[in-house]
């Protein structure tokens, strides 16, 4: 066995990643949804684990249907961070901004759906009350922004966990691949 096939690079960064995405979110979640640190932390987990899982089921699924110049860059840069200068892919960046897009927008719906599916198997599902209790509403700012209304919404709390997490993410990756072509090997 040969360990210069195995990404080990890959998986310590996918780890890594996981456990900030986890941190981040758990803190959000925690915040807006107003849940115990034991609660957003398990839910953080699981809908991280479950999000990771599935995008690698997606990557391994789609890669085949991508054209070969495509999919050899794509292996090289994820598994082994070798990316390939070649002037035909030079305009790859519009792909790339879409696909993040539909990454961002595909965990944000797994980790919504997760979250409610957590609710059904855990059976916290909250039941509809029998009297509607209105709660005073306060304005904040010049805005007139109300507080209260927003910070409760559960895809709300995802969206900005999710947002937190892949800046904190891109921000790392930024700094791998300034550190990678400032250093010498």
């Known amino acids: 066995m040969s360990f210069e096939v195995l990404p080990l690079r890959a998986v310590v960064f996918q780890c890594l990643f996981l456990l900030i995405a986890i941190a981040i979110e758990a803190y959000v979640l925690h915040r807006t949804l107003s849940l115990d640190y ?3 932390m398990q839910y953080a987990v699981s809908v991280n684990l479950l999000s990771t899982f599935l995008g690698w089921i997606c990557f391994f699924l789609t890669q085949p249907l991508l054209p070969l110049e495509w999919r050899v860059q794509l292996i090289s840069f994820i598994f082994f961070e070798h990316f390939y200068a070649d002037p035909m892919l030079l305009n790859v960046a519009p792909v790339l901004v879409f696909c993040a897009l539909g990454m961002f927008l595909g965990t944000f719906l797994v980790k919504l759906k997760g979250l409610d599916f ?5 059976e916290k599902n909250p039941k509809p009350k029998a009297t509607s ?4 509403m306060r304005f904040r700012g010049r805005q007139g922004q109300l507080v209260g209304v927003r910070s409760n919404s559960r895809v709300y709390a995802v969206l900005v966990a ?18 990678q072509s400032y250093l010498p090997r």
Do not use: Q
């Not at 957590?118 to 855990?122: Q, T």
């Not at 209790?133 to 005073?136: I, N, Q």
């Not at 999710?162 to 993410?169: E, Q």
């Open 38 to 40: 034991k609660t957003s």
């Open 118 to 122: 957590l609710d059904i198997l855990l």
């Open 133 to 136: 209790e209105v709660k005073p």
């Open 162 to 179: 999710n947002a937190c997490s892949f800046s904190a993410i891109l921000l790392l990756l930024f700094f791998r691949l300034v550190e």
